[in-house]
């Protein structure tokens, strides 16, 4: 008697699933961003991920700590005498060289941030109207079974 009495779908319910169906869920977007950089920007983004390490640090530590102990082992012949003015045009030229470099990454990633989050929120936004629909779906089940209940 239950299963005969069922009506068919909605039509709410039938548009719903319709439009899930087209609208599928892609959780790899982000990664299409990275798929179209050119390789300048790649490049930028090596840099970048290289200069924030302690790696790059302590080498650079290195070079600076080299660059002193033979001008200063090498006083009379010293190429740069002490206080290293070749060696703090170097240090400039190398800061101005790398702040662009790593804020030109650091918007790039500000950028997929903005991608992402506006993602999560045509998700967000697809996830309510589906609940919203699920919600009306039950409400009409409770109806009908309300109907059937009290038809006896």
């Not at 045009?89 to 997929?112: D, F, G, K, W």
Request: hydrophobic share 45%; net charge positive; with cysteine.
């Amino acid at each position: 008697m239950f299963l005969a009495s069922q009506p068919k779908q909605s039509q709410h319910a039938h548009n719903a699933a319709e439009y899930f169906h087209n609208h599928k869920y892609q959780p790899d977007m982000p990664h299409e961003i990275r798929k179209h950089l050119t390789l300048g920007q790649r490049a930028a983004d090596v840099v970048t991920k290289f200069c924030g390490t302690w790696t790059f640090i302590l080498s650079l530590f290195g070079f600076i700590f080299l660059w002193a102990a033979f001008n200063m082992y090498g006083w009379l012949r010293a190429w740069d005498p002490w206080p290293f003015i070749l060696l703090n045009l170097i240090l400039s030229c190398l800061a101005a060289v790398q702040a662009p470099i790593i804020l030109m990454s650091q918007n790039r990633e500000a950028e997929r941030d903005r991608k992402r989050t506006d993602y999560d929120y045509r998700i967000n936004r697809k996830s309510e109207r589906e609940i919203a629909a699920i919600q009306k779906e039950l409400a009409h089940i409770k109806y009908i079974l309300h109907q059937i209940y009290y038809k006896k």
